[in-house]
């Protein structure tokens, strides 16, 4: 009943457009890829098709900073953390398929755990040779992390830049700790040389396409489950909690419980956007843990617009598409640059591109209301004046205790 009653009702006509445009890329991008040939203007390269899956992945980890940003008032300069360990999920899972096709030929430890001379596999490594368990893991790994944190942080009403502090701290701790060797997770060269998922070789140009194809198609499903639960009672609460905590909390709601909820779903489709990064890139190490990869999530938001459905996303391929094109072009400016765009947005953009689409769509609205002409009086037919005559006259009602006089 409560999930038939979630998925009730009309999504906005922007979100239905951005589904349509992500379900006809999960189709198009493959078909050009694979049955368009090479000569083609058409066609679209291999690598062009693991790039636009890494800014989709990219999408969905600014999509959920969004949810907590925008609609909770909850700014993580942490949230590169789940994305890490969400990654890190699923490269474990990789890391186990290798099996004995590794350099040094082992069946169960991989190459890295056999150069640092391990002579068995860690017990947190048992169960990802299981794709079920290691997609479970994606998910509760950082959601976990999410919870413990935000009980301890919420509960003790943290807020505002301290918050942001300690959710930079603790993307810097996890850094830190992952850079270990003895952490059992690769050190700072991570997890690498992938061979295949669920059978299938990583490096054709067929399950790439799949990777692209399932990558639009979550980051579809994160976009209805965003947008249906930011439209909910539950959404309007966290509106609540942004714009006037203390008055939530005076109305008797608990709004440590629900920026709990809200940082755990977030942490959750962060996870979920890391393990789809890791195949289609083909590795996973500590710098994804690094606290400027957290700022820059904080800058595809901001530059598509917060408090929007549409704008993470937007922000996110444009402010990627930037970075590549910049990288190659002009790779000593893209730091300059960068901070220029953020600078700009924070002073000019407040409210991010679709914000200023959403003010202009508006403005052009009320100009075209105000500029349209009054509607004229309909005109009479012929037989209108005839039936107008045939019909009696209306009798004025009667005053208070007055009768009318009949007419002389």
Known sequence: MMTKRFFEGGLDRRIQLLLVVLVAAAVVVPVLNLAVPPTSSFHIPTHAVALMGKYLCYAMLALSLDLVWGYCGILSLGHGAFFALGGYAMGMYLMRQIGPRG??????????????????????????????????????????LAFAFGWLAFRSRVTGVYLSIITQAMTYALLLAFFRNDMGFGGNNGLTDFKDILGFSLQAPATRAALFSATALVLALAVIVTARLV?????????AVRDAESRTRFLGWRPENIKLIAFTISAVMAGIAGALYVPQVGII??????????????????????????????????????????????????LFALGALFVAVTLFLPKGLVGVWEQWSAARKARTKRASPTVPPEKTTATEPAASAARPAPVAAPLMGVEPKPAE
């Open 285 to 334: 190490n500590p710098s994804e843990f690094a606290p400027a990869n957290s700022i820059e999530i904080v800058i595809w938001t901001a530059v598509g617009g917060r408090g929007t459905i549409m704008g993470p996303v937007i922000g996110a391929i444009a402010v990627n598409w930037a970075k590549s094109w910049f990288t190659a072009a002009l790779p000593e400016v893209w």
């Open 231 to 239: 439209s909910s009672k539950y959404g309007k609460l966290m509106v």
């Open 103 to 144: 350099v040094y030929g082992h069946p169960v430890l991989p190459d890295f755990m056999v150069f640092l001379n391990w002579k068995e596999l860690p017990w947190y490594w048992y169960g990802f040779d299981q794709f079920w368990f290691a997609a479970l893991m994606v998910m509760v790994a950082p959601g976990l």
